[in-house]
């Protein structure tokens, strides 16, 4: 057996990701959104391509364990055109994928870049996971932690590294809150408590404009991003 055989070892992604591209170029920005099953993450990244699609040049990765189902739910409601959605299918618990081994993460981002070129944005959704899912800093530049007030209003107070060091907290399904008893500020005020100064957005996506909040941070990401070039 040779250990150095390239098929049997193949190259780990474990680095910081650099911010240019091999001709100098500054590649796209990558923003990782993670959270538990139900919470909202496609529809959050739906709703992101539908608010941003007209300024910027978006394109999405998705992760799901077996299936390439949040894929195909993006492509049905055509939030992008489908060569600019790619899915990886982790074969095991979502959060390996984003952190331990981005291997095919990576890969599936910088493929993106070659083939589309000029991309302003990729948004990487992780599987569902638990509180502590969180991304590489070698695959993602900043990461969106997605939770939903059916799941609970103690979930900000339970904290963890998703609630208390993503970029952006997301408290989704805020129109739920009154038929499911989950107090709106208590959430904030426990959310306040566990993360200090990062940001908290609260969202209905049935509500017109509903990811307003979340497109206006992506929006102030990408353009200090391209700034920086």
């Not at 100098?24 to 993670?34: F, T, V």
């Not at 944005?121 to 899912?133: Q, R």
Request: net charge negative; hydrophobic share 40%; glycine share 8%.
């Amino acid at each position: 057996m040779h250990l150095d055989h390239p098929e049997t070892f193949p190259h780990r992604h474990t680095h910081s990701a650099e911010p240019h591209r091999p001709d100098g170029s500054r590649r796209a920005l990558r923003i990782g959104l993670g959270g538990p099953v139900g919470s909202g993450k496609t529809a959050t990244v739906a709703a992101l391509c539908r608010a941003l699609s007209d300024e910027f040049s978006i394109a999405v990765v998705t992760n799901d364990i077996y299936t390439r189902e949040d894929a195909e739910f993006l492509l049905r409601e055509a939030v992008l055109p489908p060569e600019r959605i790619t899915a990886v299918e982790t074969g095991a618990c979502p959060h390996t994928a984003i952190r331990d081994d981005i291997s095919a993460n990576l890969e599936a981002v910088e493929e993106l870049e070659e083939e589309l070129g000029g991309l302003d944005l990729i948004l990487v959704e992780s599987g569902g996971d638990n509180l502590t899912a969180t991304f590489s800093r070698g695959l993602v530049d900043a990461q969106i932690f997605v939770i939903d007030t059916a799941g609970g209003d103690d979930i900000p107070r339970k904290g963890g590294p998703g609630v208390t060091t993503a970029d952006l907290l997301v408290v989704n399904k805020t129109d739920l809150a009154p038929y499911v008893g989950s107090d709106l500020a208590r959430m904030a005020a426990d959310a306040k408590s566990q993360r200090g100064e990062l940001p908290v957005a609260f969202t209905s996506l049935r509500t017109e404009n509903g990811v307003a909040p979340v497109a206006q941070w992506v929006r102030e990401r990408v353009t200090a991003w391209t700034a920086a070039a």
